[in-house]
């Protein structure tokens, strides 16, 4: 069964600290990698891709993948209390021809003003 | 990115009655959409993949009788939550996949409640 593994925290980081969440995965094979957003009682929001060793920045936030570790982070900085959250790892799943996502239980982020 | 509708947003229904739900890509159309379920505090749970012109792809432990899946067009999927219980009582979500990236894109969801 594959899996994707995240700690639930709650993270709890200071109010313009870099806020840093990670997510392993038990498929080596897995190509694609998605950090998504959510926020209490609304649907999730794609924060950001990542495809390529190495690590992809788009404003404060920063993927990082590394497919030998099977693992992929994503770093919030300057963190504000709007970041407050759960973070969810997705990672897509090709199996028999049909796609999917494999997403972890997700980490809960406080950011504490 | 991709914009995704859901209908209705919320939803409070009677013990044994049918429920729908609508998915709509407003942007682009949608060949596969996906719908998830959410309990309170738990993560998402993938129910189904809906593909366009095609039946469900149903995940397993989902009862395809009970949840029916109808993707008649590029741009509208839907959920019919068939003989409804208070253990239904859930937030649906869907998606839709843009082939671009492979990325998928969430409706708002919608909060069913069955009393």
């Known amino acids: 069964q594959k899996e994707v593994e995240q700690n639930s925290g709650p993270l709890s980081v200071p109010e313009g600290a870099i806020a840093s969440l990670n997510c392993t995965y038990s498929?080596?094979?897995?190509?694609?990698f998605f950090w998504y957003r959510q926020y209490s009682g609304k649907s999730p929001e794609l924060i950001m891709s990542?495809?390529?060793?190495g690590d992809k920045e788009d404003g404060r936030f920063t993927a990082q993948l590394n497919k030998a570790s099977q693992y992929v982070s994503l770093l919030i900085r300057d963190s504000q209390p709007s970041d407050s959250a759960t973070y969810l790892c997705?990672?897509?799943?090709?199996?028999?021809?049909?796609?999917?996502?494999?997403f972890g239980t997700g980490t809960r982020l406080k950011v504490l003003a | 990115g991709a914009v995704v509708s859901q209908h209705p947003s919320w939803v409070i229904c009677k013990s044994g009655t049918s429920v729908k739900i609508e998915c709509r890509s407003l942007?682009?159309?949608?060949?596969?959409m996906f719908w998830y379920r959410q309990f309170p505090k738990q993560s998402l749970m993938l129910m189904a993949t809906?593909?366009?012109?095609?039946?469900?792809?149903?995940e397993q432990g989902v009862e395809k009788d009970k949840f029916l899946i109808n993707h008649a067009s590029l741009t509208l999927s839907t959920l019919t939550v068939t003989s409804a219980h208070p253990e239904d009582s859930s937030f649906y979500i869907c998606?839709?996949?843009?082939?671009?990236?492979?990325?998928?894109?969430f409706g708002p969801g919608t909060r069913l409640t069955v009393l």
């Open positions: 997705a990672v897509a799943d090709w199996n028999s021809g049909t796609y999917k996502y494999i």
């Open positions: 498929d080596r094979g897995s190509q694609s």
């Open positions: 990542i495809y390529s060793n």
């Open positions: 942007d682009f159309q949608a060949t596969t």
């Open positions: 809906s593909n366009e012109g095609s039946k469900a792809t149903y």
């Open positions: 998606s839709k996949l843009v082939p671009t990236y492979n990325e998928q894109f």
